[in-house]
């Protein structure tokens, strides 16, 4: 759905989740902005048993001016269309009002009984969904001031200070607004109460030490979810503990908030792993956060507290991996089996052309963010799916020719370069190459039977991460040159030689 698409309506009220949260509060001020430029009747509203008194949103909605009013569910119905931002009717966290028409705009899974809906629960937060809305209209968010503070700080409180930042748009969104500095952190040092204080000096006091690991494990009491995000944070500087998770109970389940300081344990990655199958989660390389529902956990676990599930689903995780260094990886090239790239049309780009030399860039794809600097010895590829990698150009020219068919690849997410420290984005599309392997480049790959953690010759300090089922693979002319190809990547790209 594009926001245009509810032009059509004179009178539109936004509704915010009961308890609106600064997401729910900035998503709404933002299709409030909108509308209002639109000449729309419009105003934002909120439901349930309680009016808002946490402090850091009173401050939110003043400093910032966001139209926001309590609406009792007695009122009764509302002329116009109604419009839910950050929930939708069906969930347990917004009240139901009537109303002429019905819209969502969500980030959360679920289905709404209406076709005026866009839901994007790959999105860390509806702000930034509202915000890729808004530009797909053409508004220039960035000279409102007010609504790019509004739209960061809910980015910000909705992903525990960015712990929990996965997809690239909210990414792109938070390095792109322009927002009142000073006002964020008015927001931010107004966020702990001294009850706050209380349970995250008891989180700190009560840990469990998993040593084997050097991981902690910190149970707080029912708090605030960024609450959870200062006592690991806190609890990662004690030097017995390389990787943190502190939990506590929410409605409907368990928040938790990972960090990790050691390579070997990515945080995303990490906290993915205990929700699996019973949850959500994600985030980055040393921040994550997430959510395990007691429903889903009591079918998957019944009779089981939350706690030693927590201490059994941990122990799996540094059990379900091996770590392998490639430059010195010494297999069995016995269990190895020859392949040669199908003769597949893929891209390449060259930084050179459109950068300086000595710039240091962020190379922004759904896999994660790397950093490089353009030193001309590089060219970068772009495979079948969109995935971006690195290539020597003395290896590109013994593997690969260029070709005048055309490139396209299926992408969720167009790759872009960042150049630092500016910040000037880059779409790679309009200077990708189309190329084919030149059939003289031959790889030994071997199906794994197990997770691995690849440590490759390009960057030491992050592994690539290879399932059960993906390929390890290195270069005949290379044999430390080790890295992980998806399968799904294998079965089209390489063929087996006899």
């Known amino acids: 759905m594009k926001l245009s698409e509810l032009d059509i309506f004179d009178s539109i009220t936004i509704q915010c989740h009961d308890n609106p949260d600064p997401d729910a509060l900035a998503s709404a001020f933002a299709l409030y902005r909108y509308f209002k430029g639109k000449g729309k009747n419009v105003c934002i509203i909120y439901s349930g048993k309680f009016k808002i008194r946490k402090s850091n949103l009173m401050l939110m909605i003043k400093e910032l001016e966001i139209p926001v009013t309590y609406y009792p569910a007695e009122k009764g119905r509302i002329s116009g269309l109604l419009l839910t931002a950050d929930c939708q009717y069906g969930q347990g966290n917004v009240t139901r009002i009537e109303a002429d028409d019905i819209a969502v705009i969500d980030h959360h899974n679920g289905t709404a009984d209406t076709s005026l809906c866009e839901i994007r629960p790959e999105l860390g937060s509806c702000a930034t969904l509202v915000w890729n809305m808004m530009l797909d209209e053409g508004i220039d968010v960035l000279s409102d001031r007010a609504l790019c503070t509004a739209l960061y700080y809910g980015l910000m409180t909705d992903t525990g200070n960015f712990s929990e930042v996965s997809h690239p748009l909210d990414r792109d969104m938070r390095d792109s607004l322009i927002v009142n500095e000073a006002q964020i952190r008015m927001f931010t040092n107004s966020n702990i109460s001294l009850d706050e204080m209380r349970i995250t000096g008891e ?180 495979g079948v799916l969109g995935e971006v990698y690195p290539i020597t150009k003395e290896k590109f020219a013994a593997s690969y020719e260029n070709t005048s068919d055309d490139f396209s690849a299926k992408m969720e997410y167009v790759p872009r370069i960042y150049t630092q420290p500016d910040g000037k984005a880059y779409e790679l599309t309009g200077h990708i190459k189309a190329c084919v392997p030149s059939g003289t480049s031959y790889i030994y790959a071997k199906q794994l039977d197990r997770n691995v953690k690849l440590f490759t010759k390009w960057y030491e300090e992050k592994y690539m991460r290879g399932l059960t089922g993906d390929y390890i693979a290195c270069r005949e002319d290379d044999m430390h040159d080790f890295y992980i190809i998806r399968s799904d990547i294998f079965d089209v790209t390489y063929l087996p030689v006899s």
Do not use: W
């Open 203 to 382: 989180a700190l006091a009560g840990y469990e030490n998993l040593s084997s690991y050097s991981c902690g494990i910190l149970k707080a009491d029912e708090c605030d979810p960024n609450i959870l995000g200062i006592i690991s944070d806190m609890a990662l500087q004690v030097a017995e503990f390389n990787v943190v998770i502190a939990y506590g109970h929410v409605s409907g389940g368990y928040k938790l908030s990972a960090r990790s300081c050691t390579r070997e344990v990515l945080a995303d990655e990490f906290i993915k792993f205990i929700t699996s199958d019973v949850g959500s989660g994600g985030g980055h390389d040393y921040k994550a956060g997430g959510f395990i529902s007691e429903d889903a956990l009591a079918k998957v676990y019944p009779e089981k507290r939350f706690s030693d599930y927590l201490d059994d689903i941990i122990k799996k995780y540094y059990e379900s991996f091996s770590i392998i260094v490639a430059e010195q990886y010494e297999p069995d090239m016995s269990q190895f089996s020859r392949y040669m790239k199908n003769r597949l049309t893929v891209g390449y780009i060259d930084p050179m052309s459109f950068l300086d030399r000595n710039t240091c860039i962020l190379i922004r794809t759904l896999e994660g963010d790397t950093e490089l600097v353009v030193d001309g010895s590089f060219y970068l590829m772009v």
